[in-house]
C-alpha cells in the first residue's frame, strides 16, 4: 500500500472485495496479518513508549495467541471430523441424510463464527489504533 498502514479493510478496498472474502481464505489473511506484524507502528516515537503501553501490547498479544490456539484446536476437531467422515463414507455405511444436513448446518454456523470472530478482531485492531492516537495526543498535550 502506499505508505499507509495495512488492514484487512483497506486491501479489501485496493482489492474491491469485501472483507468476508479475505476471512474466508485463510492463507491470503495470514500473509495480511504477517505484514501488519513486520512493518512498525506509524510514527512510533521512541519516548512515548511507557510500560503501560507495553503490557497493553503484551496483552493484546495474549489475547491474540489464545484466540489462534483456541481456532487451531478447532480446524484440527474440524479436520478430525473431515477424514472421519471421509472414511465413513468410503467404507460404503454411509450416515443418513438428516445427520449430514445438521452437520451442514453446524460446519455453515461455525464458518459464521469464524467470520464474526474476524470481524472482532478487526475491530479490536482499530480500537488500539485509537488508543495508541490517544496516548500520543495526550503525552503530546502534557510535553506543551
Known sequence: MNGTSITVSGIARAAQVDRTFLYRHTD?????????SALPPPNMN????????????????????????????LLERKL????????????????????????QQITALEQQTVDLTGLLDERDQELDAARHANRELFSNINRD
Open 80 to 103: 478430525s471430523e473431515m477424514l472421519g467422515q471421509q472414511a465413513w463414507r468410503e467404507s460404503g455405511l454411509g450416515a443418513p441424510v438428516d445427520i449430514e444436513r445438521l452437520q
Open 46 to 73: 521512541p519516548a512515548a513508549v511507557t510500560r503501560e503501553s507495553l503490557a497493553a501490547d503484551l496483552a493484546n498479544a495474549q489475547h491474540r495467541i489464545g484466540a489462534l490456539v483456541a481456532r487451531n484446536a
Open 28 to 36: 491470503l489473511l495470514a500473509q495480511i496479518h504477517l505484514a501488519q
